[in-house]
């Protein structure tokens, strides 16, 4: 009975995710963000494991200690890149830029 | 409409208001506190699609120990003041209303989505061992080795993170 409206505001949610990194140029809100996106594919996950199983709640808990992971070697990667160039902002990183 | 229904809609409201203020608010600490907002507000959806253990998870980890650890990168790097607004230019601003209009036209198809509502598995394995056995009995048992590679991959951050973020080794 939650399913659709779940499955709605989880798309909304990834929405405003992706709104986020493709507006903002400070690389720690993009990686907000991207926790933004990853909460709403968890938001999914248990919204269809209520009613298929719960399995959907496991991967919840994989997408969790995947997020945490990834927040720490990304942090410490923006930490690198601030000493390196004194700025966070991604319009003065472009190192690959061709 | 039922209670758990309104419930259900305040706490969806909370979370996409919040979502909204943490990607348009211009200091790096306001975007942080708001998504806190935003994954309490989570919790909360997480509570009612009956998943009352993901959501103490997802209070301890995610609004617990990965916001400090935000916090604490944006004061370390002295982040905090709010500077000038950091959006994009109008194209930038054109391609990302595009791209997220037709990205939110695909997945809102999938409100369509139904299935038969006599199924209520989670619920009636709750029932029957308790909020956190349901999850722990398969968690231990048929992924067991999924669960094990990720205690690699939480190795491997940690030792990533050092190496990363220390200046001389």
Known sequence: ??????????????????????????????????????????????????QLGVAGQLFVLFVMAVAAAEAAVGLAI????????????????????? | MSGALVLFWVFAGLALASALACITRRSPVASALWLVVTLFALAALFVL???????????????????VLFLFVIMLLNLGRPGPMDVKGPVGVGT????????????????????????????????????????AQPLFDTYLIPFEITSLLLLAALVGAVVLAKRRL
């Open chain 1, 1 to 50: 009975m939650l399913l659709g409206p779940a499955l709605g505001v989880s798309a909304a949610l990834f929405t405003l995710g992706v709104f986020g990194v493709l507006l903002r140029r400070n690389a720690i809100v993009i990686f907000m963000c991207v926790e933004l996106m990853l909460n709403a594919v968890n938001l999914t996950f248990v919204a269809l494991a209520q």
């Open chain 2, 96 to 135: 990302a209303f595009l791209l997220g209009g037709v990205l939110l036209f695909q997945l809102w198809i999938l409100r369509r989505a139904t299935l038969p509502s006599s199924i209520q598995l989670v619920a009636r394995l709750q029932q029957e061992h308790g909020f956190v056995a349901a999850i």
């Open chain 2, 49 to 67: 699609l009956d998943a009352q253990f993901i959501a103490v998870l997802q209070l301890l980890v995610y609004a617990g120990a990965i916001m």
């Open chain 1, 78 to 98: 923006i930490l690198a890149i601030f000493r390196h160039r004194g700025t966070v902002d991604l319009q003065n990183i472009n190192l690959l830029k061709g």
